[in-house]
């Protein structure tokens, strides 16, 4: 059975990656949640997809001046537990020059991560493949290359496997039965961006995919074959 992940909670009704986006998603009936984290220009480990909030860089920006619905990883984990929590690291090649190659911010995040009680299980994702490395250096769970449109291919899944990665995480209009197939032939699960529409959902379930990860977490539930088993990696 595939998984059904609530992409930044649910913000179908309620602003994404919040507190009440990640309890909602799971009084919606998500098997997971994904989220995204970034750090303060203090450090803090705050939740929020953009680098930029209301004009200022969340880099450059201390924690205290951030605004109050924008979540630290701790808080999020336990909003969303007993669920799975998806730990997408935005450390990307972004604008706000926030971008850190040593592995830092990665072993920051797993240790804030691992020092949070009351979460449930997680796993990490990252575009960026030096993080991905450094995020399963630094953990035993699970990590997956997030692929960017396009970047789907043969080529790709060898250099996760290489990597030691769990998983791959590619676009939803990337994804075929070849590729899941070859996927899973090589130990990769397959998480599923960002999959909305009925036809995809639908198509995604057939292929076998390992979770979908989705804006639209009742659709899915009523469109998902109630048989077999999931995994997160």
Known sequence: MTLIVAHRGRHDQLRENTLAAFAAAREAGADAVELDVRRSADGVLVV?????????????????????DVAELPDALRAAAPLPVNVEVKNLQEPDGAYDPSGEFARAVVAAVEGTPGRG??????????????????????????????????????????????????????????????????????????????GDLERMFALGVDSVITDDVPSARVLRPDEGSARLA
Do not use: K, M, Q
């Open 121 to 198: 299980p997680v796993f990490y994702s990252s575009f960026d493949l030096a993080t991905c490395r450094d995020l399963a250096r630094a953990s035993a769970d699970p990590v997956g290359w997030l692929l960017d449109v396009g970047e789907l291919d043969a080529t790709a899944l060898e250099r996760a496997a290489d990597a030691g990665l769990a998983a791959v995480h590619p676009y939803v209009a990337d994804v075929t039965a070849e590729l899941v197939a070859a996927a899973h032939d090589r130990g990769l699960a397959v998480h599923v961006w960002t999959v909305n529409r009925a």
């Open 48 to 68: 929020h997809h953009d680098p930029v909030r209301d004009g200022r860089p969340i880099a450059a920006t201390p924690r205290a001046e951030l605004p109050g």
